[in-house]
């Protein structure tokens, strides 16, 4: 686990912007159950979550069409929250950064990590601009 200092400023540039921080599994489990559409970014301490998740994330939601609600977790730290999440994103094996798309709390579009490793947060906006387009 990730001391509470290290991780603040990572959580805070998604949640200044918008984004719930969700602590336990029954916070994931709720927010997934409102209907409409939910984008969830599992926030890292690592450099690719820094440099091109959450930028993509924040610029995504520059489009006409965005979810309905954006919601974040941090591997490392809100372990229970974590999991929970990933439970919603099977088939995908865990990684982080991710980020999952989904409508009426069914996953229909997932960004691994290695869809955000090495590719720039223009890109990553992109992706998850055209699935907002499609499923929002």
Known sequence: ??????????????????????????????????????LVVVNSVCGCAAANARP??????????????TVTVFAGVDKEAVDKA???????PPS??????????????MLERHHIEGRPAELIAENLINAYNEYC
């Open 1 to 38: 686990m990730y001391p509470a200092e290290l991780v603040k400023p990572m959580r805070e540039h998604l949640t200044q912007l918008g984004f719930e921080e969700l602590y336990s599994a029954e916070a994931v489990d709720n927010a997934l159950a409102k209907p409409g559409t939910t």
């Open 56 to 69: 993509g994330a924040i610029q995504s939601l520059q489009n006409e069409k965005r979810p309905t609600q």
């Open 86 to 92: 990933r439970e919603h994103m099977i088939p995908f």
């Open 96 to 109: 982080s950064p991710c980020m999952a798309l989904f409508k009426d709390g069914e996953l229909v579009h």
